[in-house]
């Protein structure tokens, strides 16, 4: 069983920075891809970013240029670097950890206001 923990949301204003971090521990052998999700009241979860061992990224067009997703394999964690923060990104942030041959694995989310 994987278990998956985020943190480092929090109150920002528009145009701060934030920086979320997500680590994996359990019975891992092999981390495919990890990545950020996002909610907002009343809207469906949207995919944030992704990144892949190998280290391919793969970025929601509203995101690109402001979020910078970033993984250290050796301690199963993924980091997402949040720049230029809108009011429209607040949201609850949920990372994911997908291993070949089983459901992904979610965390319980953190959350990230940002106030204009």
């Known amino acids: 069983q994987v278990q998956v923990v985020e943190s480092g949301g929090g109150l920002v204003q528009a145009g701060g920075s934030l920086r979320l971090s997500c680590a994996a521990s359990?019975?891992?052998?092999?981390?495919?891809?990890m990545g950020w999700y996002r909610q907002a009241p009343g809207k469906q979860r949207e995919l944030v970013a992704a990144?892949?061992?190998?280290?391919?990224?793969n970025y929601t067009d509203s995101m690109k240029g402001r979020f910078t997703i970033s993984r250290d394999n050796a301690k199963n964690t993924v980091y997402l670097q949040m720049n230029s923060l809108k009011p429209e990104d607040t949201a609850v942030y949920y990372c994911?950890?997908?291993?070949?041959?089983?459901?992904?694995?979610w965390g319980q989310g953190t959350q990230v206001t940002v106030s204009s």
């Open positions: 994911y950890v997908r291993i070949l041959g089983s459901p992904d694995s």
């Open positions: 990144i892949t061992s190998g280290d391919k990224t």
């Open positions: 359990g019975i891992i052998f092999s981390i495919n891809v």
